[in-house]
């Protein structure tokens, strides 16, 4: 089973409302860590929205990259033309409450943004955290975007110049390259916070999620399979993430840490696949319901803003008695509605303006397009 080959149709990028319900969910679970709720261990689910992200990025990026390769078809010339225009439409997306934020923990006075502004300013934060050996306060959490930003780097050459043929080869080896990475982060003298902060320790999800859209080209769904097969599958799923966790109680310089990523990254694909086939029931309508869908069109709001939200507002909580400790349920309602103020508000006053940006460029690249033909 191979992707569908140049020159084929383009795939279809339908758009499905419980997608950004799932955004949410997987925002709502770095939010419910951050903001201090005293939650059982078992439900502090942070680093696998985390992951979920990536996944969903390797799966819209892979599926958008094949669409282009389509449209324009294999000449290098125009695979570098589209590189270009491809990178200043996530560049336009990233880009604007990214910058606004640093501008504010520099207006702040935040220590950790001033000292480490040439790493925040190029999305190499990681690099930054890596070489210090330590997180940085309130731009912590910035490891995440530049991993986006050099993932978005690498992919359109791995996806359009690489053979059809070995698209399922390379991205296995994209999956074991991320447990070797890891496991010689943790064997050697390698900061083992690398592991966890570095692309190379983060591939695999990404190309889980590109193998997710190569399946969906070929019409994979779960449905097909017969419902012992399903139930099967599922049990299988929840071995894995069963078995991730109880990984995390082993010491950081175990060997067998280093598979933990990817079996998290393994129960999310089951669980966005399900997602991909529509979930039925109570469920699936939660996540295709009006304020779930919005909440996660806005979703990268709240996350690039929610630990500003915390520093700023959380020594105003204090002076009126409130603590993140000794009042977590109040402090986070507070916190979560302040946050999602935030996020709507850049949305629609700074976010969307740029996405505009993103639409002149596809004119423009359609306007190449018909001149090269």
Same mark, same amino acid.
């Given at each position: 089973?191979?992707?569908?080959?140049?020159?084929?149709?383009?795939?279809?990028?339908r758009?499905?409302?419980?997608?950004?319900?799932l955004?949410?969910?997987?925002?709502?679970?770095?939010?419910?860590?951050?903001?201090?709720?005293?939650?059982?261990?078992?439900?502090?689910?942070?680093?696998?929205?985390?992951? $979920?992200?990536?996944? $969903?990025?390797?799966?819209?990026?892979?599926?958008?990259?094949?669409k282009?390769?389509?449209?324009?078809?294999?000449?290098a010339?125009?695979?570098?033309?589209?590189?270009? @225009?491809?990178?200043?439409?996530?560049?336009?997306?990233? @880009?604007?409450?990214?910058?606004?934020?640093?501008?504010?923990?520099?207006?702040?006075g935040?220590?950790?943004?001033?000292?480490?502004?040439?790493?925040?300013?190029t999305? !190499? !934060?990681?690099?930054?955290?890596?070489?210090?050996?330590?997180?940085?306060?309130?731009?912590?959490?910035?490891?995440?975007?530049?991993?986006?930003?050099?993932?978005?780097?690498?992919?359109?050459?791995?996806?359009?110049?690489?053979?059809?043929?070995?698209?399922?080869p390379?991205?296995?080896?994209?999956?074991?390259?991320?447990?070797?990475?890891?496991?010689?982060?943790?064997e050697?003298?390698?900061?083992?916070?690398?592991?966890?902060?570095?692309?190379?320790?983060?591939?695999?999800s990404?190309?889980?999620?590109?193998?997710?859209?190569?399946?969906?080209?070929?019409n994979?769904?779960?449905?097909a399979?017969?419902?012992?097969?399903?139930?099967?599958? @599922?049990?299988?799923?929840?071995s894995?993430?069963?078995?991730?966790?109880?990984?995390?109680?082993?010491?950081?310089?175990?060997?067998?840490?280093?598979?933990?990523?990817?079996?998290d !990254?393994?129960?999310?694909?089951?669980?966005?696949?399900?997602?991909?086939?529509?979930?039925?029931?109570?469920?699936?309508?939660?996540?295709?319901s009006?304020?779930?869908?919005?909440?996660?069109?806005?979703?990268?709001?709240?996350y690039?803003?929610?630990?500003?939200?915390?520093?700023?507002?959380?020594p105003?909580?204090?002076?009126?008695?409130?603590?993140?400790?000794?009042?977590?349920?109040?402090?986070?309602?507070?916190?979560?509605?302040l946050?999602?103020?935030?996020?709507?508000?850049?949305?629609? $006053?700074?976010?969307?303006?740029?996405l505009?940006?993103?639409?002149?460029?596809?004119?423009?690249?359609?306007?190449?397009?018909?001149?090269?033909?």
């Amino acid at each position: 089973m191979e992707p569908a080959a140049p020159g084929s149709k383009p795939p279809q990028m339908r758009y499905q409302p419980q997608l950004d319900g799932l955004r949410f969910v997987a925002i709502f679970g770095v939010l419910l860590d951050h903001f201090g709720l005293d939650m059982p261990s078992e439900l502090h689910y942070g680093q696998l929205g985390v992951r $979920l992200f990536f996944i $969903l990025s390797g799966y819209f990026i892979t599926l958008s990259l094949w669409k282009e390769q389509v449209a324009l078809g294999t000449a290098a010339r125009s695979i570098v033309k589209f590189a270009g @225009a491809f990178y200043l439409k996530r560049f336009c997306r990233i @880009a604007p409450a990214y910058y606004f934020v640093l501008v504010l923990g520099l207006l702040l006075g935040y220590p950790e943004v001033r000292e480490g502004i040439f790493f925040h300013l190029t999305f !190499t !934060t990681n690099f930054y955290i890596v070489q210090t050996g330590e997180w940085p306060g309130v731009v912590s959490y910035f490891w995440t975007l530049a991993v986006q930003e050099q993932f978005y780097l690498l992919w359109p050459f791995v996806i359009l110049l690489f053979p059809r043929s070995r698209f399922y080869p390379a991205m296995v080896l994209f999956l074991l390259s991320a447990i070797l990475f890891r496991l010689i982060c943790i064997e050697t003298n390698i900061p083992v916070i690398a592991k966890w902060t570095m692309l190379p320790g983060c591939i695999d999800s990404f190309a889980a999620g590109a193998i997710v859209a190569g399946l969906r080209l070929q019409n994979f769904t779960l449905r097909a399979f017969s419902l012992p097969a399903r139930c099967l599958i @599922a049990l299988l799923a929840f071995s894995c993430v069963i078995s991730a966790r109880a990984l995390g109680f082993l010491p950081e310089t175990s060997p067998f840490v280093a598979v933990s990523e990817t079996l998290d !990254t393994t129960f999310l694909v089951w669980i966005f696949v399900n997602v991909l086939d529509g979930l039925p029931g109570p469920f699936g309508k939660f996540l295709a319901s009006r304020p779930l869908t919005y909440l996660g069109k806005i979703s990268y709001g709240l996350y690039i803003y929610h630990v500003f939200i915390i520093v700023i507002v959380d020594p105003l909580l204090q002076a009126r008695g409130l603590s993140i400790q000794a009042d977590p349920w109040t402090c986070a309602t507070i916190l979560s509605t302040l946050t999602i103020a935030a996020a709507i508000v850049s949305y629609h $006053l700074l976010e969307r303006p740029f996405l505009r940006i993103k639409d002149h460029v596809l004119d423009w690249v359609k306007d190449r397009r018909t001149n090269l033909a």
